[in-house]
């Protein structure tokens, strides 16, 4: 596959998207933004739900790739869940169908498998095939969307990186961060890497720098080219002054979910 030319960026207004907006054209792309609200300094952006199939139609025609981030990006009610997430992201996939996108990098999640146990000591990487164990309904949604993915590949030839993206912040915040953060400029190389990389067909990656605590393996985003150069390691020493080593009598601190597991949240995260 060519180096894409226009992507469109859905969910442009949200903190990763504001990230993204900065980041990708750097790496070549030119982007056509949407989101439910207007985003900030681009009049230009389209204001469009998820929920509006003809306007995302409009908006994913002639685009070469969907980065897709749009939804709600933590636990919710299961309707909202169901409207944003499920029927939301299946709108794009069948927009893209219905105008021939043929690459769509979405913006899956830890929470889909939260409930995996975190390694400790020797413990191995947490492998891109772990069972699913989702920890909201949120995570849930991003099995369907990691499922959907799939069945777009093989019934439509519509390719897909899914990203299990950990904390993508511009700094880690918490103990558990040091272990999934992905830092901006990672994730945009990740992102990158996931619109360009050849023969992807449906490709799911873990989504981190290379930190020096990291708790899952990155092998299947390196393959697509993905060179992670930031590590958390910097912020280790005063996170752990702050909040303390991880503590293995709380739930928030056992899997890699971290306070999606507790209702409601346990903080910090
Ligand atoms: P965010 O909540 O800041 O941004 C989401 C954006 O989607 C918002 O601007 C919102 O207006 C838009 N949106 C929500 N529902 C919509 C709809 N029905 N139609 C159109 N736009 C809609 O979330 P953030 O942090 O930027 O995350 C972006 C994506 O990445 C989300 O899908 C999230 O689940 C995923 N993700 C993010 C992580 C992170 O560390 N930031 C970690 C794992 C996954
Ligand atoms: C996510 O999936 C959320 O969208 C994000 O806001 C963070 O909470 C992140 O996971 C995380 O696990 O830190």
Not at 62 to 76: R, T
Not at 153 to 162: C, L, R
Not at 188 to 193: E, T
Request: some cysteine; overall charge negative.
């Amino acid at each position: 596959m060519p180096a894409s030319r226009t992507v469109l960026l859905t969910g442009a207004a949200g903190g990763l998207g504001t990230l993204m907006r900065d980041l990708l054209p750097g790496h070549g792309h030119e982007l056509r933004l949407l989101d439910m609200r207007p985003v900030e300094g681009a009049p230009e952006a389209i204001v469009a739900d998820l929920a509006d199939r003809d306007a995302l139609r409009e908006a994913v025609r002639g685009v070469d790739a969907i980065v897709h981030l749009a939804g709600i990006s933590l636990e919710a009610s299961f309707d909202k869940i169901l409207a944003a997430n499920i029927q939301g992201t299946y709108n794009l996939y069948e927009a893209a169908r219905e105008e021939g996108v043929g690459r769509v990098v979405f913006a899956s999640s830890n929470h889909a498998v939260g409930y995996t146990p975190r390694p400790r000591g020797d413990d191995p990487l947490i492998p891109i095939d772990t069972p699913r164990r989702p920890d909201t309904f949120y995570g849930l949604s991003k099995c369907f969307g990691e499922d959907l993915a799939q069945l777009y590949w093989d019934k439509h030839g519509i390719e897909t990186v899914s990203v299990r993206i950990g904390s993508c912040f511009p700094e880690p915040t918490s103990v558990r961060m040091l272990s999934v953060w992905m830092s901006p400029a990672d994730g945009a190389r990740l992102f990158h890497a996931a619109l360009t990389a050849e023969g992807v067909g449906h490709t799911v990656v873990h989504g981190s720098s290379a930190n020096t605590r990291l708790w899952w393996d990155l092998t299947s985003a390196r393959a697509l080219g993905y060179a992670p150069q930031d590590d958390s390691e910097p912020y280790a020493e005063k996170l752990l002054a702050e909040q303390g080593e991880l503590d293995p009598g709380n739930p928030a601190h056992t899997c890699l979910g971290g306070p999606f597991l507790t209702d409601p949240p346990i903080w910090p995260y």
